[in-house]
């Protein structure tokens, strides 16, 4: 099977050719520089940005895999959740190419897609189903912090998320109040390489509570206070470095051990992870200490593959369709808010 995959969720426009498992091509438009001005996603722009890149990506993804349309047998978009405008882009996209060539078409729910991305890798990069086994998934990028039970293929449960800001929306916060440029993660892993995170006690708040649910937002409020109580403190790039670090790791304390903690409950043998946080280095580092100490095996994410791609969307739209999921109709709508406990078993 051929199939084209667009995903227009956020702030990345992206096109992939799939083919039996393999990534042919996967082409990825991202705007991180257009929204860096204005210290996050403005909806608006992304999808302006999305309708003008769209077929550009697309005829790049094509001619990178050597495929022409007529070779397509599905096409694929991601449906939910996402920024509406945004994820209307690729949805309509993809219903419009799949009624044009009368072929099946499938609309993705996002997170489900990241929960697979764990396992694509190789060179070329195949979605190695086969080696997939129950595993605890962190799925954790700006807009998500999440802990799903994957019990199998195509069969999870989401076991708790954050009740207010994400992960990344929190290092992105956090970054800004500190003055350093959008997208702030990337910038304070940087900062952090060469600070001590020991130096300031930042609360890891939930890290104990029972469930499996994160907060982040009472961090921000707490680095905000620090800083109006020590304003010196971002003159000086040591004490800058410090700050970093130890933001960094109050967030990955809190990753790391409730991750562990699920692994645990559930009694898996696997711990997987992606999102763009997952490019973290902290993290990455700190996940296989706690899974090698705890017996868990662990699988990340390539960098590459941990922000947002359409390969993950036509991956698991390859997989489902081919495990016999009914083609989604063509004039079905996104799925703004679409949960991952809301997904129809077929
Ligand atoms: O998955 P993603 O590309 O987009 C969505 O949010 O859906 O994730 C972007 C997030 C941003 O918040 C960014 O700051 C964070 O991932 N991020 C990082 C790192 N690289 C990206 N956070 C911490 N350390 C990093 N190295
Ligand atoms: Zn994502």
Request: with cysteine; charged share 20%.
């Amino acid at each position: 099977m051929t199939l084209l995959a667009f995903e227009t969720s956020c702030d990345e426009t992206s096109v992939a050719i799939i083919r039996n498992g393999t990534v042919l091509s996967n082409c990825v438009s991202s705007q991180i520089a257009l929204h860096a001005e204005y210290g996050g996603v403005v909806p608006e722009l992304a999808t302006r940005e999305h309708l003008r890149n769209l077929l550009p990506v697309a005829r790049t993804a094509l001619h990178d895999a050597k495929i022409s349309i007529p070779d397509l047998d599905a096409v694929a978009a991601t449906r939910g959740p996402g920024l509406p405008s945004a994820l209307m882009i690729g949805l309509k996209a993809g219903q419009a190419l799949a009624f044009s060539l009368r072929k099946p078409f499938l609309g993705i729910n996002h997170h489900e897609a990241h929960l697979y991305s764990p396992w694509t890798s190789g060179t070329p990069l195949r979605a190695a189903f086969d080696e997939l086994q129950p595993n605890i998934s962190l799925i954790v990028s700006g807009g998500h912090t999440m802990l799903v039970h994957v019990k199998g293929e195509l069969n999870h449960e989401l076991l708790g998320e954050t009740v207010d800001d994400a992960a990344g929306e929190c290092f992105d916060k956090i970054a800004k109040l500190i003055g350093l440029p959008y997208p702030g993660g990337p910038e304070i892993d940087r900062f952090a390489e060469s600070g001590n995170p020991k130096a300031h006690d930042f609360p890891r708040p939930m890290i104990y509570e029972p469930n499996h649910d994160f907060s982040f937002s009472g961090l921000k409020t707490s680095v905000r206070y620090f800083l109006q109580k020590n304003p010196e403190l971002l003159d000086d790039r040591k004490r800058l470095c410090d700050l970093c670090a130890s933001v960094q790791a109050a967030i990955v304390d809190v990753l790391v051990v409730k991750t562990i903690k699920a692994a645990k409950k559930l009694a898996v043998r696997c711990v997987t992870a992606s999102g763009g946080v997952t490019c973290n280095r902290a993290l990455r580092q700190r996940l296989a200490v706690a899974c090698q100490g705890a017996g868990f095996q662990l699988r990340l994410a390539e960098k590459s593959l941990c922000t947002d791609n359409a390969a993950m969307i036509g991956l698991l739209a390859e997989r489902k369709l081919l495990a016999g999921a009914p083609p989604t109709p063509l004039d079905a709508e996104i799925q703004t808010s679409w949960s991952l406990s809301n997904l129809s078993a077929f």
